[in-house]
């Protein structure tokens, strides 16, 4: 009897044994079950967005937006005081340079051109009346020298009678010395008529002249008051659009006021807002894209604005002459400013909240598998949507570029579900 119960004592303990060991192998495994359930994590894979890394050349490219606008403009503002009289035109209409704005009045400028045209009309009068005057004075004085000239040579010829005369004792000696004094004395008055004649003359050009730059500054006076007459007719000037009208019917108006802005339509440039941190690889030269959504139109940077709004900076682009229809004044466009061009390089579409010269880790897939390990990948130089892979893969490599940085943190691997 005691030998049957010692046979069953080793049995209960062998049992108790292999429990154990059965008891400890599934701990363990659901310790191995449980770590890799931690160090591995999955998403769908239309909730992730996966770029392949590519090789090749690369437009390293500053990407901003802006507007278009006229390169030509040209403000209109009234002269004088005025009241809007008429509003012939309103804002986005083509206009050539004779086409009329609006229609201003001014009863005063009409009176101002009455007045400077009676005057001008005055003092052409006075001019006729001084021309004849002077004429006649000029003849007054050429009669009275005809006259003396022809009593000096009836002298001359007397005193020649005499001379032969006053040998043969018929004439005295007295009477030939007065002859010959009379000679001398209408010579010196002939003399004299001269030198006033042409004195005469010098002394009428003068008053001519003064009469005639009376007339010139009346003249234009006249010309004044008649262009600030005309100008209430308030003309484009040249051909464009009517961009801004800044007055209304019955408006009065101050000298200098604002009353529209013509600008071009076909001469076109882009304002374009850079961000600061880009702008350094702007240069003045560089080719650029401008993008109206509808047409992509080529051109060239002309200026760099050096003042800092709101975190960006103005550049400015001239655009061809020969532009598509979509263009137009005060449109709104996407330019890409191409500062470089990066030969046979790695680059991959950016990831958000990357920035160039910069380390990141990213998740990338394994060939023809379901699952996903980080790898730290160092970068490059930004080139629009795509940054360039200095280190860290391989071309045709796919990398996960979706925000997965709360995952990063918990897991090395990635596995992808359809």
Do not use: C
């Amino acid at each position: 009897m005691d030998v049957v119960k010692s046979k069953s004592h080793d049995k209960m303990l062998k049992s108790k044994y292999r429990v154990a060991a059965i008891l400890a192998a599934l701990v363990i495994t659901l310790i191995i079950w449980s770590w890799q359930k931690a160090s591995s994590v999955s998403v769908f894979r239309n909730d992730i967005l996966v770029e392949r890394v590519e090789q090749g050349d690369l437009e390293v490219i500053t990407e901003g937006f802006g507007v278009l606008n006229s390169n030509k403009q040209q403000l209109l503002t009234t002269l004088t005081r005025a009241t809007v009289k008429e509003i012939v035109l309103k804002p986005g209409a083509n206009v050539t340079a004779e086409s009329v704005i609006v229609r201003l009045d001014n009863p005063e400028l009409v009176q101002e051109v009455e007045s400077a045209e009676q005057e001008l009309v005055q003092i052409k009068a006075n001019l006729r009346q001084l021309k004849l005057n002077n004429q006649r004075e000029i003849l007054n004085e050429t009669a009275n020298l005809a006259e003396m000239t022809a009593r000096y040579e009836s002298a001359v010829l007397n005193r020649e009678a005499e001379e032969k005369l006053i040998e043969k004792g018929i004439v005295s000696q007295l009477t030939y010395k007065e002859s010959l004094l009379e000679e001398e004395q209408l010579s010196k008055r002939i003399d004299i008529l001269k030198q006033r004649i042409a004195q005469l003359k010098l002394v009428h050009n003068e008053s001519v002249n003064i009469q005639q730059e009376r007339l010139k500054q009346q003249q234009g006076q006249l010309n004044i008051s008649q262009a600030r007459l005309d100008s209430l007719e308030v003309k484009a000037g040249f051909s464009g659009v009517l961009q801004r009208l800044s007055v209304e019917l019955g408006q009065s108006l101050a000298p200098g006021q604002e009353i529209a802005l013509i600008g071009s339509v076909t001469d076109l440039i882009a304002l374009i807002r850079v961000p600061q941190s880009q702008v350094q690889q702007v240069s003045v030269g560089q080719r650029a894209i401008i993008n109206t959504r509808r047409d992509k139109i080529s051109g060239k940077v002309t200026r760099i604005d050096p003042i800092v709004q709101d975190n960006t900076v103005e550049v400015e682009i001239a655009l061809p002459k020969a532009l598509p229809a979509s263009a137009r004044p005060q449109l709104n466009v996407d330019a890409s400013i191409i500062a470089d061009t990066l030969q046979k390089v790695y680059y991959i579409k950016r990831p958000a909240n990357v920035k160039p010269y910069s380390e990141i880790t990213l998740y990338r897939l394994e060939p023809d598998s379901s699952a996903a390990h980080l790898r730290t990948l160092k970068l490059g130089q930004q080139a629009g949507r795509y940054i360039e892979i200095i280190s860290g893969a391989e071309p045709n490599d796919a990398f996960i570029i979706s925000d997965l940085s709360n995952l990063k943190t918990t897991s090395s691997e990635l596995i992808i579900k359809s």
